[in-house]
T-cell receptor, first 112, second 112 residues
Framework: QEKVQQSPESLIVPEGAMVSLNCSFS?????SIWWYQQHPGKGPKALISIFSNGNKKEGRLTVYLNRASLHVSLHIKDSQPSDSAVYLC????????????FGQGTVLSVIP | GPKVLQIPSHQIIDMGQMVTLNCDPV?????FYWYKQILGQQMEFLVN????????KSKLFKDQFSVERPDGSYFTLKIQPTALEDSAVYFCASSFQQDTQYFGPGTRLLVL
């Protein structure tokens, strides 16, 4: 059964800082990794996904995937107070009917 | 972006009663999902549904749980009878194909 671990549990940064969030997973054959953002009282919102080893950039977001080390990271450039939320790493297994296995999340606070 | 609605937002019921959680998925989506999140724990997959059938269910999807989407209306999760450990936030999600899942805001269920 896939296991997903995120670190750190929480993070406080000043506005404008670069944010780095980490996620480890247990199955190197996992098909894809997704990052979701969740504000209090809301459902998760998909931010970015990655399928292949390497990196992918979308706006202020960059995600790095290393299948050999079973690690994926999300980097947020020029963080804003509106980025304050819980960030969830989710892994989709191969042949898993699009089932997502979530980590416990990282709580990000960006201070103005 | 695409919106998934969930009704009701909160529900309080007595143990042993039946409850139905309703999800209004994105209009052209074909795949539907339920996830469960107990307070302070990570979100966990319950079940997914396509073409009128359950594709996969987890160990959390007890015999007391059932899902259906009669005639393209709401996608529902029914629990009958409820137990104390069913208290959680239930998130519905939908996707067009087996790709990005769009989540609703959740239904907060409290079983007394």
């Amino acid at each position: 059964q896939e296991k997903v671990q995120q670190s750190p549990e929480s993070l406080i940064v000043p506005e404008g800082a670069m944010v780095s969030l980490n996620c480890s997973f247990s199955d190197s054959a996992s098909q894809s990794i997704w990052w979701y953002q969740q504000h209090p009282g809301k459902g998760p919102k998909a931010l970015i996904s990655i399928f292949s080893n390497g990196n992918k950039k979308e706006g202020r977001l960059t995600v790095y995937l290393n299948r050999a080390s079973l690690h994926v990271s999300l980097h947020i450039k020029d963080s804003q107070p509106s980025d304050s939320a819980v960030y969830l790493c989710a892994v989709r297994a191969t042949g898993g009917n699009n089932k997502l296995t979530f980590g416990q999340g990282t709580v990000l606070s960006v201070i103005p | 972006g695409p919106k998934v609605l969930q009704i009701p937002s909160h529900q309080i019921i007595d143990m042993g009663q039946m409850v139905t959680l309703n999800c209004d998925p994105v209009s052209n989506h074909l795949y539907f999902y339920w996830y469960k999140q107990i307070l302070g724990q990570q979100m966990e997959f319950l079940v997914n549904f396509y073409n009128g059938k359950v594709m996969e269910k987890s160990k959390l999807f007890k015999d007391q749980f059932s899902v259906e989407r009669p005639d393209g209306s709401y996608f529902t999760l029914k629990i009958q009878p409820t137990a104390l450990e069913d208290s959680a936030v239930y998130f519905c999600a939908s996707s067009f194909q087996q790709d990005t899942q769009y989540f609703g805001p959740g239904t907060r269920l409290l079983v007394l």
